[in-house]
């Protein structure tokens, strides 16, 4: 997973590096420990086989695409469907636009799950035939939002989160909303 998360990051820099686009490219392969945490937290009555996790879980490769600008998320997304193929067993790629869903989550980000062309899996890349990566493209702003939210409340470290504490997360979600705008 290492590997396949190499690669679409390699071949997403190389998308954006020939467009006009301004943004950042990272990646990661999900850690053991935080698969198992996964499937304990999220899938614990699901999964009873390692196959079942396999199926089931689909950021074990991840990109994320950082856009200086809000509005080049979705031509971004236009490179990704030419770019990549779609995940296995999927007749086109997978796009999830996740937004401001009224739950006061101020999460924005399109999750896009692709395979590797075919014409790219050749020599050492042979083996991630039949795997799938996740690509997740947000603004700049929205992700420091995005992980702050991530490590207070989705999988918090230090306990739960205060209603003070909330209600400053509200405030910033709001305030990094303004800042694509203005951007």
């Given at each position: ?57 689909n950021d074990f490769a991840g990109v994320r695409i ?39 989550s101020f999460y924005r980000a399109i999750h896009c ?71």
């Open positions: 997973y290492m590997k396949m998360s190499q690669a679409v990051g390699e071949l997403c820099r190389d998308l954006i590096r020939d467009s006009a686009i301004r943004a950042s490219v990272h990646w990661r392969a999900k850690d053991p420990e935080s698969v198992q945490r996964k499937i304990k937290k999220k899938y614990k009555d699901e999964l009873n086989s390692e196959d079942a996790a396999f199926s089931r879980i950082l856009t200086y600008v809000e509005g080049d998320r979705e031509a971004v997304v236009d490179m990704i469907k030419d770019g990549f193929s779609p995940a296995p067993g999927f007749e086109q790629i997978d796009v999830d636009r996740k937004g401001i869903n009224g739950n006061e799950q692709v395979g590797v062309p075919e014409e790219r899996l050749i020599g050492t890349y042979e083996n991630l035939r039949g795997i799938s990566c996740e690509i997740q493209v947000c603004s700049m702003l929205a992700h420091v939002w995005n992980e702050l939210e991530h490590d207070l409340t989705y999988k918090p470290k230090t306990g739960e989160v205060s209603a003070q504490e909330r209600e400053l997360l509200k405030v910033l979600g709001n305030q990094t909303l303004a800042g694509d705008g203005v951007i």
